[in-house]
């Protein structure tokens, strides 16, 4: 079972990224997906999340209308794409997957409830 990030690297301002979150040894489609990310010095904090079915996504204050989380459940695959990034941004940013049996609930900031963790990417803004 694992969960794999991918789709970092060094951008300037402004730029965009697009990360991807893909598993083997296990189906998403019986899980929440949320994105976290994890600054140096910093805790690691919840960046958006996208329901089983994709019906429910969350975005935290900072990420609406930059961010745009997604879910391909035949390519057992969830994507995060990242426009307009800033310095602030830079981070290694992880995927986590919860499972529930309902589409209409995702982890948002709540590190608890997560079954499985990714290897983290590197995400890195500078001009």
């Known amino acids: 079972v694992q969960l794999q990030a991918s789709g970092g690297g060094l951008v300037q301002p402004g730029g965009s990224l697009r990360l991807s979150c893909a598993a083997s040894?296990?189906?998403?489609?019986?899980?929440?997906i949320g994105w976290f990310r994890q600054a140096p010095g910093k805790e690691r904090e919840g960046v958006s999340c996208?329901?089983?079915?994709?019906?429910?996504?969350y975005y935290a204050d900072s990420m609406k209308g930059r961010f745009t989380i997604s879910r391909d459940n035949a390519k057992n695959t969830v994507y995060l794409q990242m426009n307009s990034l800033e310095p602030e941004d830079t981070a290694v940013y992880y995927c986590?997957?919860?499972?529930?049996?309902?589409?209409?609930?995702?982890?948002?900031?709540?590190?608890?409830?997560?079954?499985?963790w990714g290897k983290g990417t590197l995400v890195t803004v500078s001009s």
């Open positions: 986590a997957a919860v499972k529930r049996p309902y589409d209409s609930w995702c982890p948002r900031h709540d590190l608890d409830t997560i079954d499985y």
């Open positions: 996208i329901s089983r079915g994709g019906g429910v996504t």
């Open positions: 040894g296990f189906t998403l489609t019986n899980y929440a």
